[in-house]
C-alpha cells in the first residue's frame, strides 16, 4: 500500500447528489474536505429523470437550501421547466419540480464545488476502509492502493455498492450504464457486520423527440413566471421550455401481460422490492387491471438534446418487448 502525505479532517466517498452536498458542507463548516470518486467528469450526473424535488422531495430541497446546500441553487441554474404541484391544495402539500438540463446541471454543480474553499476532488475508485484500533474509519484506500487519510469518512453509497443493471434476464454489473460498480466497499461493510440490502429502481427507453408527433400530444407549460427553489434565487434566466402528456393503450397492456413472465421484478430474477410511489408499467397494468390507460409525461432532457424522458413507463422487460 502506497502511503499518503496528506490528511483531511474529511473524506467524502461519491459524486452523486448526496456526496457533492457532503463534501461542500464539510468545507463550509471549514473541514478540510476531500471528495473521491469514479469520474471527475460525472460529479453531478443526473442518473435517471433529471428532475429535481416533486412531491415531498420538493421541500427536502428546500430544506437543503435553508441550510446553505447546493442542490437548490443549481436546479435554478439548469432548471428548464418549473412547476408548483398540488397549487390547488394547501401549502403543506404542495410541491416545487423543476425539469433540469442535464449538461447545466452537471456543469453548475461542478461549478459550484470547485468555488468551494477548503474541499478538493480525487479521481479514483474506492475498494476499502482503513479501521483504527478502536474500529474508527480513518481513511480510505483506493483500488490503485493509496491510502487517503481522514479523521472522518462520509460514504454515500448511491447505485454504485454491488450495482446490477436488468434488462430482461440480462444482468450487468455497472453502478450507471457504462460505469463500474463498487465491489471492494460492500466486503468491507459485511465484514464489520453492517447489514447489506438492495434497493430497486427503474427507468424507461429514452425517446428521439425528433420522431415524435409533438402537435397530436396535450401541453404541460411550466409556471409563469417561474417560481426559484432557493431562497437566493432571484430570478430564473434559463430559456423555459413545455413538457408533454400522452397515454398508454391497451393493445401495450397486451403485449406487457403477454410477457410478464420475462421481467425480472416477476419472475423472481429481483428480490427486492420497488419504490411505493414510482410503479414500473408493469406493476401499473398488473396492480390496475381496470385501467385502460395510463399517463405519460414527455419531459425533454435538455435544451440542445433530442433525447426525451418518458416519465412512466420505468420498466425492465426486454429491449425488443
Known amino acids: 500500500m502506497e502511503l499518503d502525505k496528506n490528511r483531511w479532517d474529511v473524506v467524502v466517498i461519491g459524486g452523486g447528489h448526496a456526496g457533492c452536498e457532503a463534501a461542500a458542507a464539510s468545507a ?34 428546500r430544506e437543503i437550501d435553508a441550510l446553505d446546500g447546493l442542490m437548490a441553487r443549481v436546479a435554478d441554474a439548469a432548471g428548464i421547466q418549473f412547476r408548483i404541484l398540488n397549487q390547488s391544495k394547501g401549502p403543506a402539500v404542495r410541491g416545487p419540480r423543476a425539469q433540469a438540463d442535464r449538461k447545466l446541471y ?37 483500488s490503485g492502493g493509496v491510502l487517503l487519510s481522514a479523521k472522518s469518512v462520509i460514504l454515500t453509497t448511491g447505485t454504485f455498492l454491488q450495482g446490477i ?28 457486520e453492517f447489514r447489506l440490502g438492495r434497493l430497486k429502481t427503474g427507468t424507461p427507453p429514452r425517446l428521439d423527440g425528433r420522431t415524435i408527433d409533438w402537435a397530436s400530444l396535450d401541453v404541460q407549460s411550466g409556471d409563469n413566471p417561474p417560481v426559484p ?42 428480490a427486492s422490492l420497488g419504490p411505493r410511489y414510482c410503479p414500473s408499467i408493469e406493476d401499473k397494468v398488473v396492480r390496475f387491471a381496470d385501467k385502460a390507460r395510463h399517463q405519460l409525461f414527455l419531459e425533454p432532457e435538455g435544451l440542445d438534446d433530442d433525447t426525451v424522458y418518458p416519465n412512466g413507463i420505468s420498466t425492465s422487460l426486454p429491449e425488443d418487448i
Open 28 to 61: 463550509r463548516c471549514g473541514g478540510s474536505t476531500l471528495l473521491v470518486t469514479h469520474r471527475l467528469g460525472t460529479i453531478g450526473e443526473m442518473s435517471c429523470n433529471p428532475a429535481i424535488g416533486g412531491l415531498a422531495k420538493g421541500h427536502l430541497v
Open 106 to 142: 452537471r456543469k453548475a454543480m461542478q461549478d459550484a464545488l470547485s468555488a468551494q474553499t477548503g474541499l478538493e476532488v480525487y479521481e479514483a475508485a474506492v475498494e476499502g476502509l482503513k479501521i483504527d484500533g478502536n474500529g474508527r474509519a480513518v481513511g480510505v484506500v483506493t
Open 165 to 192: 443493471i436488468h434488462i430482461g434476464k440480462s444482468q450487468t454489473p455497472a453502478g450507471r450504464v457504462g460505469e463500474d460498480a463498487a465491489y471492494g466497499l460492500s466486503k468491507v461493510l459485511a465484514e464489520y
Open 229 to 270: 427553489f432557493s431562497f437566493m434565487t432571484n430570478k430564473i434566466t434559463t430559456p423555459q421550455i413545455d413538457c408533454y402528456i400522452t397515454y398508454t393503450r391497451e393493445d401495450g397492456h397486451n403485449i406487457i401481460r403477454e410477457n410478464i413472465d420475462k421481467a425480472p421484478i416477476y419472475s423472481g430474477q429481483i
